[in-house]
């Protein structure tokens, strides 16, 4: 059987590899926007319930993906399985995750509590990636991930503790960055299938469905279009679902699960620092030595290799 190559497989066997300036480039890029999305919950709070824009925003990068898509005439997938499979990953991904977590913060959890939260994607992925596509993770990679997740409870259990955050929350939070960590091992699985474009259009369109038949069921579906709200649409759609999840998807690609889920580490310290400029949530001295052991978790993942990668 042939083995089917994707875009960037393909740009990589042409010797198109980007120098590593530009994947740290794109991996900065990749964290501010991705941080940017713990503030947003907390912007469209007073005009649109969580489902809801959840459900438009899904909808609307669907529609955008669709139009590029046709616009550079892109290869959509022949396979039932294929599309059966990418729009379950979108359902995961872009859908159930960004359910559980917008409605955490809806509902009270502090941003940088669910930031806190989403940087234990890392340890999830990692146990998908062995589990789902046989990824070897070294024991220093091992020892960087246990480091992170560390940092990270050092910083999140005196938040917790002081916000009173209730356990439908928390749950409801670690419920999305598991369904996003499961998510991200499991569409690696379709990198040879069709193009960026349209498989990112089809995991959209998977993540609308689930959004959708919760705001209709759950939700009013009252939205204020006043200019916040139609400014926080557009970073969610065009920054946000197509820019990040296209960064990310692509990082996955380039090399390691493990390795390109471990910048969600660095997501925390910065949705912390947003939400201390934009609504005043105070960073403690725990937090800041939290956000420092997982720097250092970071590091571990990201530049050591494990036997056998490349």
Known sequence: MQERVGPYSAARKEGSHLEPRWLILIGATFVLCWASGFVVPRVFVPYCEPLTFVALRNGGAALVLIAAALLFQGKWPGERGDIAGLLWAGVCLQGFALMGLYWAVYWGLPVAIAALVGGLQPAFTALFAAALVGEVISITQW????????????????????????????????????CMAYASVYQKRFAGVGD????????????????????????????VWNAPMIGVYLWSVVALAVGATMGLLFLIERGQASRAASLIYLVPPMSA????IAFGETISAVQVL?????????????????PGSR
């Open 290 to 306: 939290g956000f420092a052991v997982s720097a250092i978790g970071v590091a571990l993942v990201q530049f050591v290799r494990a």
């Open 273 to 276: 620092l947003m939400a201390y």
């Open 143 to 178: 020892a960087g991930i246990a480091l992170g997740f560390a940092g990270l409870a050092v910083a999140v259990w005196p938040k917790v503790e002081l916000a009173g955050a209730g356990i439908e929350m928390l749950g409801s939070a670690l419920g999305g960055v598991a």
């Open 196 to 223: 960026p474009w349209t498989r990112t259009a089809l995991l959209f369109i998977g993540a609308t469905a689930p959004a959708l038949v919760g705001a209709m069921l759950l939700e009013h579906g009252h939205v």
